[in-house]
């Protein structure tokens, strides 16, 4: 079975601070890898993915990934974090086309001044 | 990116009712909608996955008589909550992809209290 662990469930971080965002991973096999940003009350929006290719996957707003596959990890980062960013962030996989997404639990991340 | 909506974002009904939510993908078609299901401080949990013009798949624990999933067309779904009662209050959300797609698209999301 697959399943995904967000290893912080809040970070506290001030503005202008990089970030780090943990995801690991459990799967038996090859799995494609998502962020996803949630602002309160809202739906879903995709950060950033990984397919296949460089392992280093950027997306919008700043924010960067490394895919690890000996360490089935996909930690998001970010070197400059704004207060804006204050918002859970789920890491989420599937592993085939077509398939569901699994969730892991979610990070709050809040950013202060 | 494709968009995806979600109406009523926000609904209040007493016990005992039925609810229906739909979800639309506005700029493309989606072969396949998942309903998810959001408690507070929690992730999202599936519930369900339904394709265009066949049955829904439910996830183990979902009852399916009481979350029904018609999913008639290529742009929408609907997640009717059926006797509704205060243990269903929870934020729905729904997604959509379009075939051969691994991204999925979420809607905004549906705030359901039941009364």
């Known amino acids: 079975a697959q399943s995904v662990t967000q290893l912080d469930s809040q970070v506290p971080v001030f503005e202008e601070a990089p970030v780090e965002l943990r995801c690991n991973y459990s799967?038996?096999?090859?799995?494609?890898l998502f962020w996803y940003v949630q602002y309160p009350n809202q739906g879903l929006q995709l950060l950033l993915k990984y397919l296949s290719g460089s392992t280093l996957v950027k997306g919008i707003n700043g924010f960067e990934a490394e895919f690890n596959k000996s360490q089935t990890s996909f930690h998001l980062r970010k070197p400059s974090v704004h207060i804006s960013d204050t918002a859970e962030y789920f890491c989420a996989i599937t592993y085939n086309q077509g398939g569901k997404l699994i969730f892991g639990q979610g990070t709050e991340l809040s950013v202060k001044p | 990116g494709a968009v995806v909506s979600q109406h009523p974002s926000r609904v209040i009904c007493k016990s005992g009712t039925s609810v229906k939510i739909e979800c639309r993908s506005l700029?493309?078609?989606?072969?396949?909608m998942f309903w998810y299901r959001q408690f507070p401080k929690q992730s999202l949990m599936l519930m369900a996955t339904?394709?265009?013009?066949?049955?829904?798949?439910?996830e183990q624990g979902v009852e399916k008589d009481k979350f029904l999933i018609n999913h008639a067309s290529l742009t929408l779904s609907t997640l009717t909550v059926t006797s509704a009662h205060p243990e269903d209050s929870s934020f729905y959300i729904c997604?959509?992809?379009?075939?051969?797609?691994?991204?999925?698209?979420f809607g905004e999301g549906s705030r359901l209290t039941v009364l």
């Open positions: 700029d493309f078609q989606a072969t396949t």
């Open positions: 799967s038996s096999v090859s799995v494609y």
């Open positions: 339904s394709n265009e013009g066949s049955k829904a798949t439910y």
């Open positions: 997604s959509a992809r379009v075939a051969g797609d691994r991204e999925l698209f």
